[in-house]
Structures are given as C-alpha cells and as structure tokens.
C-alpha cells in the first residue's frame, strides 16, 4: 500500500492515509474533502486571480517526494 495525502489548491495538508491504488486514493481523498468546508473562489478586480483557491487534490508518496494523483474543483450543489 501506498501513502496518500489530500491538500487544498493552496497547498494545506488535509489528511493522510494509506490506499491500494491511486483510483482508490482518487476516491478517497473526494469523499474526505466533502467534510472540508470548500470556499467560493472571490476573483480580484479586473480579472486578477481568485484570491481564495476551492480546488483539491491528492498526492502519493514516492521517496522523499510527492506526486500529483488526481486533481479536481467540487462542482456546488444545485441551486434550489
């Protein structure tokens, strides 16, 4: 098994844990960032960059390093 951790856009470790593949970690570390609260992105004036990041994403241990596994920015729930 590997390590796994998830992170905000913003590089701020979340958790870790151990999966048997980077689709299960994929996985994992969606339904973990669901009990993250999750920012709106604000935008600076003129088209700038957000000023606040609402992506995660989910790295392996390789060595002393980490990888980029998967990637995403949550989709908001429908208006109602």
């Known amino acids: 098994?590997?390590?796994?951790?998830?992170l905000t856009g913003a590089g701020e470790e979340?958790?870790?844990?151990?999966?048997?593949t980077d689709a299960v970690a994929a996985d994992r570390?969606?339904?973990?960032?669901e009990s993250?609260?999750?920012?709106s992105p604000h935008h600076a004036p003129?088209?700038?960059a957000p000023a606040t990041r609402a992506d995660f994403r989910v790295e392996r241990r390789d060595g002393d390093d980490w990888s980029?596994?998967?990637?995403?920015?949550?989709?908001?729930p429908p208006a109602t």
């Open 29 to 33: 570390g969606r339904k973990l960032a």
């Open 1 to 6: 098994m590997d390590t796994y951790r998830l």
């Open 36 to 39: 993250h609260p999750q920012p």
């Open 14 to 20: 979340l958790d870790q844990f151990d999966a048997e």
């Open 46 to 48: 003129r088209g700038g």
């Open 68 to 76: 980029l596994v998967h990637a995403w920015v949550p989709t908001p």
